[in-house]
């Protein structure tokens, strides 16, 4: 009677049960992964139709002065950088100028660079570099593209904002003519931790005013940075009980199994 038994039992394949209990471990991990980075990098740059006005606690700017073409930043605990002050090299209008605006929420680290020789690389003297240390750990609810033309003097001078980026999120080309075009971002989830916009300026003429052709990006509502709140739902004790019951079955017929094999 034990060598049938036992020959039954071992009909009963192991690897029908520890198979099934191996591919949920692993299941287990890599859905823990995922979950890990659905809630790290899951958080989306939307446009947002949010009353919001300032303050800008960082400010990127862009502009055709009177002396040419010219950038500066703006930033806590940092003196202004301005870049290019004296025009040289001299704009060339209607060619697409590549910029880059970085921060490091961790660090409270602005970047801001622009490629005044368009070619292709951010070279010395194309690139603005602020720490401070009163935003390091902060993070912001709202990034702003202001930008605007102006058609006095020279005939029509629009500014473009094209194949705009926010952290690897396409939003397109912006053109502004005589008056100001305001677009406002914001996060799927809440704040913006890091943030990398991307994208070319193109000036079409100087507009010969005070008021030149100018991009300004900006950063506001600085806020502790919190982690963004995991979009799945809590399930209800009833579904938590399944799995729960699933494994005391596995746990209840693998002791039995053990113990028929021992008589």
Known sequence: MYYVRNFVLRMRPPFAISFPICRARRWLRHGLLAAI???TLGATPILSVDPFSGPW????????GRTGWEAALFSPDNAPTYMNPYGAPVWSYGNPYPFHLQYLYATGTTIWSIDFNRNGAFEPGESAIHVSASLAGRSFRYLNLFI?????GNGPATATAQDLSVNGVSFGTFTSGNSVLQVLFTDSQGLFGNLDVRGSLIFSANGNSDERPRLWLRLGSAEPFQEPADPSPVPEPSTL???????????????????????
């Open 37 to 39: 980075l659905a809630g």
């Open 57 to 64: 606690d960082i400010v990127a700017q862009a502009r055709n």
């Open 148 to 152: 605007q033309g102006n058609n006095q």
């Open 241 to 263: 009980m399944l799995p729960a019951l699933g494994l005391v079955t596995l746990t209840l017929f693998e002791t039995r199994r053990r113990r028929a094999g021992l008589r």
